[in-house]
T-cell receptor, first 118, second 113 residues
Framework: EPEVTQTPSHQVTQMGQEVILRCVPI?????FYWYRQILGQKVEFLVS????????KSEIFDDQFSVERPDGSNFTLKIRSTKLEDSAMYFC????????????????FGPGTRLTVL | DQQVKQNSPSLSVQEGRISILNCDYT??????FLWYKKYPAEGPTFLIS?????DKNEDGRFTVFLNKSAKHLSLHIVPSQPGDSAVYFC????????????FGGGTRVLVKP
């Protein structure tokens, strides 16, 4: 069964450093997302991406964050200058198979990248 | 932001019995609801969903009930199995495909053999 993959599984970085989290969404999906979960808190939406541009972003997704689809398979989240409070699990998700004939709201998540900022 | 709430942080149930998980929402614009299951060190796995035009959806051992007037949904798992032990999240979204999910805080379910 197709699945979303993410690398690395765990990233440790120093405060102020740039990190890039990588995702390979399900191959025929059209929408891509990043969510995060700070330890003990809810899963929070960061950004959605469709047709090579951001379709929605949350207030968390400030100028320090950016997303890119550099090729036909990868979807990346970059944090330019990490802060201690960026430590969290980051989940990539994808949805909506191309050619869907119904409204399609189910999103499929990857296993996550645990980001630790020291 | 408490638009979606799961008031029970944990639930313990005997194997073979029913597990009932509850979820409340405040935003009346939400019209599609989903349940996800999450094991430690894994991402959320989609379980079952329901559109606001329905009040019940069933898939095997899992049934989701929606009460729009009360802005309440519930997930029933019958019969519960030890492999169902996980954290369960409800999520809500608006209309069109591609919209963000708003998650509840999760309920940790422990199914005892």
């Amino acid at each position: 069964e197709p699945e979303v993959t993410q690398t690395p599984s765990h990233q440790v970085t120093q405060m102020g450093q740039e990190v890039i989290l990588r995702c390979v969404p399900i191959s025929n999906h059209l929408y891509f997302y990043w969510y995060r979960q700070i330890l003990g808190q809810k899963v929070e939406f960061l950004v959605s991406f469709y047709n090579n541009e951001i379709s929605e972003k949350s207030e968390i997704f400030d100028d320090q964050f950016s997303v890119e689809r550099p090729d036909g398979s990868n979807f990346t989240l970059k944090i330019r200058s990490t802060k201690l409070e960026d430590s969290a699990m980051y989940f990539c998700a994808s949805s909506v198979p191309s050619g869907s004939v119904r409204s399609y709201n189910e999103q499929f998540f990857g296993p996550g990248t645990r980001l630790t900022v020291l | 932001d408490q638009q979606v709430k799961q008031n029970s942080p944990s639930l313990s149930v005997q194997e073979g019995r029913i597990s009932i998980l509850n979820c409340d929402y405040t935003n009346s614009m939400f019209d599609y609801f989903l349940w996800y299951k999450k094991y430690p060190a894994e991402g959320p796995t989609f379980l079952i969903s329901i559109s606001s035009i329905k009040d019940k959806n069933e898939d095997g051992r899992f049934t989701v009930f929606l009460n729009k007037s009360a802005k309440h949904l519930s997930l029933h798992i019958v019969p519960s199995q030890p492999g169902d032990s996980a954290v369960y999240f409800c999520a809500a979204t608006l209309g069109a495909a591609g919209n963000k999910l708003t998650f509840g805080g999760g309920t940790r379910v422990l199914v005892k053999p």
